[in-house]
T-cell receptor, first 116, second 112 residues
Framework: GAGVSQSPSNKVTEKGKDVELRCDPISGHTALYWYRQSLGQGLEFLIY????????KSGLPSDRFSAERTGGSVSTLTIQRTQQEDSAVYLC??????????????FGPGTRLTVT | GENVEQHPSTLSVQEGDSAVIKCTYS??????FPWYKQELGKRPQLIID?????GEKKDQRIAVTLNKTAKHFSLHITETQPEDSAVYFCAASYSGYSTLTFGKGTMLLVSP
């Protein structure tokens, strides 16, 4: 079946503009994660959704970052008033269930964000 | 929270040699340790994982070992091939966490 998809694949924006990144998880996966990967860095956790529970937003770096997940499926990560340090690849992942411990996370291809 | 350290950051080997990547973690409650491989320009993919009730797990040319007392785990790749060239990430978690804590990655280069 289809894997995790993300759009757009690339986004170039001017500093100060808002951007929206979209993630379509694998059908039936209840858990959805957003990560940020900067050049030469690991995978930085941003936010986690599990079913109808309140999301874990503990990884969001500032209040300019927000995310929502509608209908338990598609998720949108929004970055307001983008800064140059926001430039990175934003990866989405989904898994059958949450907890992070026993279920493989399937990653999407990522959105490369460049803030000029 | 959990903190995962990964070494080395880069590793160059000749085809056919073995490669070892090591990770340490800080939270003794962690009980799940996956390894992801990310080829250039591609998404990370799970290659092997280990849970705290076992000390070693093997899958063909790759193996992972876990030492819970010392809080470290390692990835071993034998008979390396050029297609093993990629960035490898270790991670740690336990069922009470929301998600995985990743190491910063190791770039493995296998020369023919």
């Amino acid at each position: 079946g289809a894997g995790v998809s993300q759009s757009p694949s690339n986004k170039v924006t001017e500093k100060g503009k808002d951007v929206e990144l979209r993630c379509d998880p694998i059908s039936g996966h209840t858990a959805l994660y957003w990560y940020r990967q900067s050049l030469g860095q690991g995978l930085e956790f941003l936010i986690y959704f599990q079913g109808n529970s309140a999301p874990d937003k503990s990884g969001l770096p500032s209040d300019r970052f927000s995310a929502e997940r509608t209908g338990g499926s598609v998720s949108t990560l929004t970055i307001q008033r983008t800064q140059q340090e926001d430039s990175a690849v934003y990866l989405c992942a989904s898994s059958l269930a949450g907890g992070g411990s026993n279920y493989e996370q399937y990653f999407g291809p990522g959105t490369r964000l460049t803030v000029t | 929270g959990e903190n995962v350290e990964q070494h080395p950051s880069t590793l160059s080997v000749q085809e056919g040699d073995s490669a070892v990547i090591k990770c340490t973690y800080s939270d003794s409650a962690s009980n799940y340790f996956p390894w992801y491989k990310q080829e250039l320009g591609k998404r990370p993919q799970l290659i092997i994982d280990i849970r705290s009730n076992v000390g070693e797990k093997k899958d063909q040319r790759i193996a992972v070992t876990l030492n819970k007392t010392a809080k470290h785990f390692s990835l071993h790749i034998t008979e390396t091939q050029p297609e093993d060239s990629a960035v490898y990430f270790c991670a740690a978690s336990y069922s009470g966490y929301s998600t995985l804590t990743f190491g910063k990655g190791t770039m493995l280069l296998v020369s023919p």
